[in-house]
């Protein structure tokens, strides 16, 4: 069985007007313009599949976009260009996505105006959301797969957006994950019958997991003012420049459980945390 597999496929926009023609496509993301364009086919079809497939496409905006994606390929080489800036380059196509991913995240992340940031792995268990925070290469990534193996709804495994209620809105981006590599794989929503998230939820559950090799579980329970520290430590926000944090991230705890303590491999941690939530 695929290590991410449920029931239902995420509705797709890609375009095979625009894939034949080449024409630059753009697309409205939280709030931010994107513009798209490839000068090869394979590199134009690639920037369609991992740029947010499930939001749709258009042309002609009119406004400047906040952010210019463009691949070319020279001879045996694709270079990734943002607002004009080479980024990377390969002789792989697909050695580009991640970060073409990173770059589109910071981008969105800091110029949201209506939601803010946690950075967390994030899953929908009925009807509310598990939130898992934590930091770049701590994991995450592999704990949203294995749930949603188990028939979780995606939000994200990087982000997780909250809105003024303190509700979890989703992130749709393809994971990224490592499978006990160095280099991150893109894996893509639709590919793999993921059941996407379509509304925004209340959060059940907050748990700050710490992966160590050989390690027993041990968790805690620990205060939703603890918890709330969990989302201050992994904002990608400063304070002091979006003081409605405090605010919003407090809702966020105030109907939570939260965890914290130190974790085993992906498989038999998810084991543990849904012992836990069915507790």
Request: some cysteine; glycine content about 6%.
């Amino acid at each position: 069985m695929n290590a991410i597999q449920t029931v239902e496929r995420e509705a797709s926009y890609f375009d095979p007007i625009l894939m034949a023609n080449f024409i630059p496509f753009q697309l409205c993301a939280f709030g931010c313009q994107i513009q798209a364009t490839a000068s090869s086919e394979d590199a134009f079809e690639t920037l369609q599949q991992y740029i947010f497939p499930s939001i749709p496409r258009f042309t002609n905006a009119g406004a400047a976009p906040d952010l210019r994606i463009q691949i070319e390929k020279a001879e045996s080489q694709f270079r990734l260009y943002v607002n004009d800036s080479q980024v990377s380059a390969s002789g792989e196509l697909m050695s580009l996505v991640p970060d073409l991913i990173q770059r589109i995240d910071q981008t969105i992340v800091s110029s949201l105006k209506t939601l803010r940031a946690v950075h967390a792995g994030a899953v929908r268990l009925g009807d509310r959301v598990l939130l898992l925070p934590g930091y770049s290469h701590s994991g995450k990534s592999r704990i949203v797969a294995e749930l949603l193996r188990r028939g979780a709804n995606y939000f994200s495994d990087e982000y997780a957006l909250v809105d003024d209620e303190g509700r979890i809105h989703a992130y749709p981006r393809p994971l990224l994950l490592r499978n006990g590599s160095p280099n991150r794989i893109p894996v893509l929503v639709q590919e793999h019958r993921i059941q996407g998230a379509s509304a925004a939820a209340p959060v059940g559950w907050i748990m700050e997991l710490q992966y160590h090799v050989d390690c027993a579980w041990h968790v805690s329970t620990v205060g939703q003012g603890e918890g709330l520290l969990m989302l201050l430590r992994h904002t990608p926000h400063v304070l002091a420049e979006a003081p409605d944090l405090l605010g919003r991230f407090q809702r966020v705890a105030a109907g939570a459980k939260c965890f914290t303590g130190r974790r085993m491999d992906a498989e038999r941690a998810v084991d543990e945390i849904l012992r836990l939530i069915e507790d």
